[in-house]
């Protein structure tokens, strides 16, 4: 059945549609410029999708006006007033190049969008084609001719610079040189002080990092000598972990410039070549602004007038703005002022102004995922039954169970995992521990036997112990709450005072990570199941006690610690130094709960050792575990969230990569590169045989 549409609204879509698209077409520029930026450094889902969402438009936008456009001139009349009409509607055209080549701040949405770099040469070679074709039709009588040429000639420029960017994006693992490690000399000499460098020295440093072993994000395969080359220039030139973090943040930056926007253009082209196209360009632009302003209007309509500068004010606005943003932009700062000193000078002290504004380049923030909290705001079954069956049941887990927290004392924990990382870079390369902790590993950062650790969980499978320990961190953080006013009175040093919320933001992360983010290991485990047994056995576990208890964390706690309170006789081993356990425990033990087996490591951990040794034994676990991560994750993982917001792990990452761990690295076999203390066994602790 045909949908009756009345003849206004046809008239006015036939009189307004082309005006409209072609003003709706700038606007998503716009946004697009405006916008993007905040790709780096926000991980608001919602400001993600709005950008997506532009991203795309703005890449329909032009070919649905260009086909509009051809529609209404190869369907108009020979009347004077379709003639001049027709005239402007060509006019137009070119302006629909410039939206296609893009602003100068985003050229790729993802890494994905690179790789279809000879796909969009076609689009645009078909778009060129039809455009022509329309210029032809109206040459003979067109008195706007000269500004067309000249506004195409700028929609051209445009378009082959988004497609250079694009392919040099996908060129980099090719473009890797080896020679770089003895090439090029260092940026900085001596020492980082981070009461001295200012940030253009910290991109300074990041951008010589960046061109010796730009092959990292491509998991591209160094040499030993690179191996290193790595080690010794961060080794012996950066000694505090605050500076470790703002170089490697300010390297992420320069890699999210080459893969997203016009920045790896201007760089890595010639450039005789970068001047004479945005000279051209520019002169194009303005050029056509004139020729416009003087020449004779008579026979046009005001409105397309006024259409007409709104396109080309506005496009010298938006081109302006984007070329003040690239030209201060710490990384073709630094790029310029190797290539021309001169220069580099003169942008100097206006880029530092700047940079203080934009000091951050990817949030100060960790994702958090507590299991405790999300077994008190479940969803029904039948929402939960919906959103997996519609496929976004991720999605809006993450939106209602993940929040971001500042990182806390964030100086002091950069410099902890500084100081952590370096003994990974001692390490031989072999193949990633798949396990979260091997139960005797565990025993050995708590001083337990390794026998009592089997006992009490053995078999537990890899995601059951991570679980479990994640839990009964929650578990201890919330019970060591009630008395901080005698842990506080006991603790001298500042930065102990830091370990339990540490512990718990770690464990938090980490978990995030596993669940929500599995792509980052590249031997990922399967934790859905384990999570859905256990949120079971919580809500079952609530439904017993309070009704209360379903909306406050503590009190859940509280029940859970009490699970196993009364199972251990803490004080008291056996001549075969092995933890005395009520024998009522080997009943709840069989039946697999989870719950249970937290409560029973926490109060354990509570009992056996003081909230000093404790936190900060918990503290290197939790470190421990997010390094391993960190060491074996994915080059890919890293580069995809480039243009999310980025990752705190990604930073670890390739800090770890700069420390010379990590699978980057041709290790020699045979190499004598000894094991972290913290990997070797206690050598005062009885060894059990595992059966």
Sequence with gaps: MEVPISDRVKNAWYEWNIQVFLLLSLFLQAISLFLAP????????????????????????????????????????????????NNILIFWTPFLFLHVGGVDTITAFSLEDNELWIRYVFAFIFQIIASAYLFYLSLSKNNLWPPTLLIFLAGTIKCIERTRSQYLATSIKDDVNQSSFTDKPPLCDGPVDATKLMNLDVVQYAYHLFEMYKGLIVDHKFTPDAFEASRKLVRDNIKKGNDAFRVVEAEMYIMYEVFHTKASFLVYSKKKYVAISRSAYWVSLVATLGFFAFVDKGGFRSVDIAVTYALLFGTIILDAVALLIMIFSSYLVVASMLHSPTLGVLVRRPSELVMQ???????????????????????????????????????????????QVP???ATRLKHKIFKRATPYSSLPQSQPDTHFFPTD???HHFRYPTKSMHKLFHPTSDEEFLIIFHIATELCFHFDEDSSKETSNSITHDTVKDFPIWCKRL????????????????????????????????????ARGNKKTLTDQKKACEEILGLAKNNIISDHMTEDNELLLDESEKGNRSKGSILYRASLLANLLISSQDGNTRWQRLFNVWMDRLLEIAKWSSPNFHAQNLGQGGEFLSLVWLLMAHLGSGTQYQVKEGSSLLEPSWLQPFPFLPQYDTE
């Design 38 to 85: 905040f790709r780096k450094r926000s991980r608001n889902k919602w400001l993600m999708l709005l950008i997506w969402l532009s991203y795309l438009a703005a890449e329909w936008a032009p070919g649905f006006v260009i086909g509009l456009i051809t529609n209404t001139v190869t369907a108009a009349t020979n009347s004077s007033d379709v003639k001049y009409h």
């Design 357 to 403: 504004i934009w000091s951050r380049c990817f949030p100060q923030t960790l994702s958090q995922y507590n299991l405790i909290s999300h077994c008190l705001q479940q969803r029904s079954r039948v929402c939960q039954k919906v959103l997996n069956f519609v496929g976004l049941a991720s999605f809006f887990d993450e939106l209602t169970y993940v929040s």
């Design 407 to 409: 990182i806390p004392q």
């Design 441 to 443: 590993h565990w025993a």
């Design 507 to 542: 464990s938090d992360y980490v978990l995030y990570l596993v669940v929500f983010k599995p792509s980052c290991q590249q031997t990922a485990l399967e934790y859905q199941s384990t999570i859905e047994k256990t949120l079971a056995e919580a809500a079952e576990l609530f």
